[in-house]
């Protein structure tokens, strides 16, 4: 059974950084393609990042393009997701999830192991 595990959130002001974590354990290949979503306070959860299994290809939703980026480190079995110039409407619990296929997915149902969540709360 694949697990994953997120860490690094906190409470930060706005135009603050922060770097999330995702690790994973009980896999039996790296070549999972890892999605990070997250769920504002009352919203639905939403797409964020994504990066195929090699970390050669990525895609992010528009609201963070040029400040979240996200990659992976196969050998630690961890993806990152390093957020800049963090705002309000980041505040959210951030989630990672892992699927064993080609390629990348922005669709949650695609993911078939999730992690916990850790929450991220930006300040004015």
């Known amino acids: 059974q694949v697990q994953m595990v997120e860490s690094g959130g906190g409470l930060v002001q706005a135009g603050d950084s922060l770097r999330l974590s995702c690790t994973a354990s009980?896999?039996?290949?790296?070549?999972?393609?890892v999605g990070w979503f997250r769920q504002p306070p009352g919203k639905e959860r939403e797409f964020v990042a994504t990066?195929?299994?090699?970390?050669?290809?990525?895609s992010y939703t528009d609201s963070v393009k040029g400040r979240f980026t996200i990659s992976r480190d196969n050998e630690k079995n961890t993806v990152y997701l390093q957020m800049d110039n963090l705002q309000r409407e980041d505040t959210a619990v951030y989630f990672c999830?892992?699927?064993?296929?080609?390629?990348?997915?922005?669709?949650?149902?695609?993911?078939?192991?999730w992690g916990q969540g850790t929450q991220v709360t930006v300040s004015s």
């Open positions: 999830a892992a699927g064993y296929f080609l390629g990348m997915a922005q669709r949650s149902g695609a993911y078939d192991y």
């Open positions: 009980g896999q039996t290949s790296s070549r999972y393609a």
């Open positions: 990066i195929n299994w090699s970390g050669s290809s990525t």
